[in-house]
């Protein structure tokens, strides 16, 4: 696995992990703090977050900001859980979002995220954030392997 970056079970939320990148401080953990993650499937992943007023605009909802981080964010858990590669160094080149609602404090958000397509170079992903079923954004994604 990368460096700074681990999954331990989420001892509270059966059937999830602790997903941790970096150390405290930085953006990552920083932003976010606990992100949760588990394979809905071989090929889809959920990435969890739980929002609080940190992420909140000036309308009192979730800031695109923070969407958009956590969407980057999200797709590289996401694809490490997929291929099972653990050492697996992408960075994120395309970020096509849709925002659909705004997301709210009083729930998780969820990434859900497919891998579509890997190949030599490069990772294919597309996804939907999700609150209480209620859809706040959807994207594609590229990612380059690196190293």
């Known amino acids: 696995m990368a460096e700074g970056v681990s999954f331990s079970p989420a001892d509270e939320y059966p059937g999830w992990t602790d997903w941790i990148i970096g150390e405290r401080g930085e ?3 920083h932003v976010f703090g606990r992100m949760l993650s588990r394979l809905d499937d ?3 992943a959920r990435i969890r977050i739980f929002p609080d007023q940190t992420h909140a605009n000036t309308n009192g909802v979730v800031h695109g900001g923070a969407i958009l981080a956590l969407i980057d964010m999200a797709i590289y858990p996401a694809t490490i859980l997929i291929t099972g590669k653990s050492q ?3 960075v994120t080149v395309d970020l096509h979002t849709q925002f659909i609602s705004p ?3 009083s729930a ?6 497919t891998l579509t397509q890997e190949t030599g170079r490069m990772c294919f992903t597309r996804g939907t954030l999700v609150q209480d079923e209620k859809v706040i ?3 594609n994604a ?3 392997k690196i190293g």
């Open 27 to 29: 953006f990552n953990r």
């Open 42 to 44: 071989p090929a889809t």
């Open 88 to 90: 697996l160094n992408v």
């Open 103 to 105: 997301g709210g404090f």
């Open 108 to 113: 998780p958000i969820d990434a859900v995220i």
């Open 137 to 139: 954004a959807t994207f």
């Open 142 to 144: 590229l990612q380059r």
